[in-house]
């Protein structure tokens, strides 16, 4: 399958900074990437897509002014948390759109996370 | 309703048991199903796509029904290995690209 790297894999902080987590697709080009946060035991739940070249689509609830998406590569989309809390603690998942042709469906393909630990 | 629904379980079965998951999705619109597995602590990986006309990948076979609007994922001879949660998707497909999950079940598979 494709591969998408994140970076950092973890990171902790203190309140009030800011964060930058990296998304990379490997060895394919991503029109869309996709933000996902997962609190323990929870399902993951889609923050915002990302479309290269424009601005990212933000899911209802989730603060565009806090968590902002940048995506000004075909293999590169960041995340950038705001002023950080400790209830911005969390698991957060990038996925690529990887694009087939012909009768195969599109799929995702997940990076390995960035877990968030905000004192 | 949630978009997608499945059963979290836990599913608790002994190795070589068959095992058997359901999802329900609720957009009839939904073009594209597919499993993944999720293990703790770890991104979600694709295990398999769900076509109409169910498909098989060695231990696991997927089958979706259009007309009740779910999809299933059976598990053969389990293995230790396969203890993780399984996530249904739904996905409107490509153009409306809005991927679904569903919450998850959690497998646990015992000696």
């Known amino acids: 399958g494709a591969v998408v790297s994140q970076h950092p894999s973890r990171v902790i902080c203190k309140s009030g900074t800011s964060v930058k987590i990296e998304c990379r697709s490997l060895?394919?080009?991503?029109?869309?990437m996709f933000w996902y946060r997962q609190f323990p035991k929870k399902s993951l739940m889609l923050m915002a897509t990302?479309?290269?070249?424009?601005?990212?689509?933000?899911e209802q609830g989730v603060e565009k002014d806090k968590f902002l998406i940048n995506h000004a590569s075909l293999t590169l989309s960041t995340l950038t948390v705001t002023s950080a809390h400790p209830e911005d603690s969390s698991f957060y998942i990038c996925s690529a759109r990887f694009a087939t042709t012909g009768n195969k469906v599109d799929t995702q393909y997940f990076g390995p996370g960035t877990r968030l630990t905000v004192l | 309703r949630k978009e997608v629904e499945q059963d979290p379980g836990p599913f608790n079965v002994p190795e070589g048991a068959t095992v058997a998951f359901n999802c329900t999705y609720s957009?009839?619109?939904?073009?594209?199903f597919f499993w993944y597995r999720q293990d703790c602590r770890k991104e979600p990986k694709l295990l398999m796509s769900v076509y109409s006309s169910g498909n098989e990948d060695g231990r696991f076979t997927a089958q979706l029904n259009r007309a009740s609007q779910y999809i299933s994922l059976l598990i053969r001879d389990s293995k230790l290995s396969d203890s993780a949660t399984y996530l249904c998707?739904?996905?409107?497909?490509?153009?409306?690209?809005?991927?679904?999950f569903g919450a998850g079940t959690r497998l646990f598979v015992k000696a």
């Open positions: 060895d394919f080009q991503a029109t869309t």
């Open positions: 957009n009839s619109a939904s073009q594209s």
């Open positions: 990302s479309n290269e070249g424009s601005k990212a689509t933000y």
């Open positions: 998707v739904a996905s409107p497909g490509a153009g409306g690209f809005k991927t679904i």
